[in-house]
């Protein structure tokens, strides 16, 4: 029975990134991107449980890039493509540039095959994680609903839309090393870039609240480039 564990939750990763979608077509924006924290946080918990329980297995590895691809991948194209229908629609073009929202989709099904057969990616990543860019998906709706009719006005277009479909797929499968969150040991010196990270997380969702979330992303890959470039 221990052994199935972690493959448990992650089936439960899987049933909300499908909940997760059934609201997203639903027009639901706010449930959909609710989802995918819930998603996260039995993503974190699968691999957190079998580390604990020592039991890891071909299968739970497959399972888990699966339950990513849906959870972390189809969920947050379907909540771009909504908020491309949201948006001005600019005649025939739109029935074309709506689909771009599925880049993410794409690239995500790339980045999670890369993962399995990448050798390198045991301490740090290779490309920006799934979770990370539907996390960065899922604070729009929340963005455009605390942030007035600025925010709705600038995230609502279809251009800006289009943009982030397209920056999102290269973040996915760009050959820069980020940083990991897999601690080995607390030591400061070893986690100091993770320290960081964590504190500024805290400190900008406390100011920012959903808002912090691109300005994180934006600090994680900066801080990723200085430690593989500049210091290691």
């Not at 071909?58 to 991948?73: I, W």
């Not at 290269?170 to 320290?195: A, C, D, G, H, T």
């Not at 964590?198 to 406390?206: H, K, R």
Request: glycine residues 6%; contains cysteine; positive net charge.
């Amino acid at each position: 029975m221990r052994k199935h564990i972690p493959n448990a939750v992650t089936c439960l990763n899987l049933l909300s990134g499908c909940i997760g979608v059934t609201f997203a077509f639903s027009n639901n924006l706010t449930y959909a991107a609710i989802f995918i924290f819930i998603a996260a946080g039995f993503d974190f918990m699968d691999g957190m449980s079998a580390r604990i329980l020592k039991v890891h297995s071909p299968l739970g590895k497959e399972l888990d890039s699966l339950a990513d691809m849906v959870s972390f991948g189809f969920l947050p194209a379907s909540i771009v493509y909504q908020l491309f229908l949201q948006a001005p629609q600019l005649g025939e073009m739109s029935v074309y540039l709506n689909y771009s929202a599925f880049f993410i989709a794409m690239f995500s099904a790339l980045r999670l095959a890369k993962f399995n057969i990448d050798p390198r990616q045991g301490d740090h990543f290779i490309g920006l994680p799934t979770p990370a860019v539907a996390i960065l998906v899922a604070s729009l709706p929340f963005i455009t609903a605390g942030g007035g009719s600025f925010w709705m006005a600038f995230i609502q277009n279809p251009f800006f839309l289009f943009i982030f479909s397209i920056g999102s797929g290269i973040l996915l499968v760009m050959e820069v090393p980020l940083i990991s969150f897999k601690f080995k040991n607390f030591e400061l010196k070893e986690n100091l870039f993770r320290y960081i990270l964590i504190l500024s997380a805290v400190i900008l969702i406390l100011i920012f609240k959903f808002a912090a979330v691109p300005i994180l992303i934006f600090l994680y890959i900066v801080l990723s480039i200085i430690q593989f470039t500049f210091i290691r």
